[in-house]
């Protein structure tokens, strides 16, 4: 009977204040996450618009096709430079002619002028266009232009107009920079024939601080190596060094372009 009692007893109720305390901590733990969900994407929204804004700002920039008021480059080269970052990186558009092949390759690259390495590239092949489309750099800039302008976004490129190549020596803050060629050869295998480079150092030479050796490239094997001459940033004591390497080619020569970045205050010796 007495058990029948408390069997048929209802468990006592929980406090009506632990309910209230237990609903208040479910909601805050719900709001929690829903906030946490209205931040995060709140948040892709933004970097989306800053990305978008950034990437729409960039235009396809006009082609230096050699040294300020002097010879254009050998073999056609010419190079669209968008601009510096204020972290010294420098971003442009270059175009290689595919011989035997056919067809124009439109390299975009972003270079870091403090650790001499490209950080970013997208290759643009007209190869892959058809043979109805011409190719141009602004072709390439309307297939390329919004995964490139990405790319330029993301390392802080400022596009610069006007952006000259100069020709040493460079005059800045009381200083005269001049910049010259160590190079190693050796004999050619071919009776007749010039000596074959086989390394080459780029050395910066500054009036008032003395120099260093910008770089140091083995296993060259060129025919000639010759500095065209400098690109300044806006943002910071820093230029980039452009050398000019030729080697033989199925037909002839062909020339290739390579930049080194140097600080102009730093890392001169006596």
Known sequence: MQAAQQLGQKAPQEPLRRRINHFLARTVDRFRVALLVILLAAAAFLAAV???SAAESYVLPAPVTGVAGGARFPGGFQFCPFGWSADGKFAWLESRDIDGRGGTVYLYVVYDAVEDKEVFTHADDSFDWGTEVDATEQESWS???NEVSAGLARYG??????????S???QKAGDSYTASLKVKNEPSSEEGED???QSYSVVLSSRNRGSKVVTTADQVKASRVWIEGYILSPFEPRILVVVSVRNRAFEGYETSHFFYGAHLGL???E
Do not use: D, Y
């Open 157 to 166: 490129i400022v596009q610069s107009p006007g952006i000259t190549m100069e």
């Open 195 to 197: 000596p074959i480079v």
């Open 267 to 269: 890392g001169f010796r």
């Open 168 to 170: 040493f020596p460079l």
């Open 50 to 52: 800053v990305h978008a």
């Open 143 to 145: 297939r390329s232009g």
